[in-house]
Structure formats: C-alpha cells, structure tokens
C-alpha cells in the first residue's frame, strides 16, 4: 500500500539544523509531488512547500524562504527537508505528504510526521 | 497570501445532527479547496477536494459546497466517529493555505 515514512524525533539547540526524511513506498516516487506540512503543539496546520520529485524543482511559502530545502534521492524513493537556524517556535511536527489530482496540490497520503523540538 | 477563516472555531453537537462548517476566503479561489479531517493523535485525512468532490472511502455523510469566496463543509448525520478537528484548505495559489481548523465535540 502507499506509504510515506519518516525518521524519527530530533532534539536539537536553538541555531542549529535538522534534516528530516519522508521515504515513499507502494508508488512511483517520481509521479506524484510532495509536500512539507508543519503543526506546532496544539496549533492548526501549515503548509511549508512542496518538491517535484521527478524535477527536483521546489517552491516554498515565504516564510520558509532561504532558510528551509527540500531535496530528493530518487534512486531511493525518499525526499529531504532541511532547516536551519531553528529557533524555539520552529517546535512542531512536521509531515510529509503526497501531492495528487492534476494539480499535485490535494494531500491523500500523510507521513505519521517526525517531532521536532527545539530547546537550549 | 490568501487567508482562509473558518467558522465556528468549536462546535459541540448530537449524534444524529446535521453539521455544517464554513471556511471563508479572502479572496476568490473558485473551487481550489480541499477538507480534512484530523482525528486526535492522528495525521490529517482528506474529506473534500474542487470544493465538493467526495476522496475514495469517505462516508456519503460528507459533503462539501461553495464557489468563490464561501465554503460549507456538512456532516449530514453526525457519528461519534466523527469527533476531530476539520481544516479547509486553498490550493488556487500558493502558499496554500490552510484555515485555522473547527474542532467538532459530540455531545
């Protein structure tokens, strides 16, 4: 069955950087788009950006501009999110999500999400 | 970017209700939107997408209305199952915006 695994939680020092991964299983990894979503602790849902695996071409929300990437391993079904300079409110769980319908950008498949905790 | 707003922000109903949430654009997004329903604990699963499309496996409860600016998403009988918290999402241009949720308690 389709499937999108991430790794595990990640502690990490305010300044620092992580790097989160999202494996994709039970589909053709290049066919279809994925995206980026964060949830901090008890707060809704953000859309971060999304990767054309096939591409590597990549488009971010602006905050995430400069300091957020997403990158793609193709030979091993898996894409890349990194961040750095985290800072405190950069807390949350982040999601990778496949991108269907024509348009790439409704989400039918979600990673079970990868806690990132940013703490001095 | 667009702003999405969703009323109301918690809603407390009955088994057996008609539900109905509404998700607001700031400005037109045709019908570029998608529902999800995030159950506690768990990751988001899509409902609704073009606004009133119907995803594979999601009970003939749901539905989803609107053109525009003005959404509705309706549980046309609502089950105990069908306690989470619901987002509306816009997908006509990026950042892809998400409303700020309704949480759904069953009273």
């Given at each position: ?94 999601h990778c999500a496949r991108g269907i319908d024509h348009?790439n950008m409704i989400m039918d498949v979600w990673g ?9 | ?22 998700c607001r654009a700031s400005q037109s997004i045709r ?77």
């Open positions: 069955q389709v499937q999108l695994v991430q790794s595990g939680a990640e502690v990490k020092k305010p300044g620092a950087s992580v790097r989160v991964s999202c494996k994709a299983s039970g589909y053709i990894f290049i066919d279809y788009y994925l995206h980026w979503v964060r949830q901090a602790p008890g707060q809704g849902l953000e859309w971060m950006g999304w990767i054309n695996p096939n591409s590597g071409a990549t488009m971010f929300a602006p905050k995430f501009l400069g300091w957020v990437s997403m990158t793609r391993d193709t030979s091993i079904s898996t894409a890349y999110m990194e961040m750095t300079g985290l800072k405190s409110n950069d807390t949350a769980v982040y348009t079970i999400g990868t806690t990132v905790t940013v703490s001095s | 970017d667009i702003q999405m707003t969703q009323s109301p922000f918690t809603l407390s109903a009955s088994v057996g209700d008609r539900v109905t949430i509404t019908t570029w939107l998608a529902w999800y329903q995030q159950k506690p604990g768990k990751v988001p699963k899509l409902l609704i997408y073009k606004a009133s499309s119907i995803e594979s496996g999601v009970p003939s409860r749901f539905s989803g209305s609107g053109f525009d600016r003005e959404f509705t998403l309706t549980i046309s009988s609502l089950q105990p199952e069908d306690l989470a918290t619901y987002y509306c999402q816009q997908y006509d241009s990026d950042p892809y915006t998400f409303g700020q949720g309704t949480k759904l308690e069953i009273k």
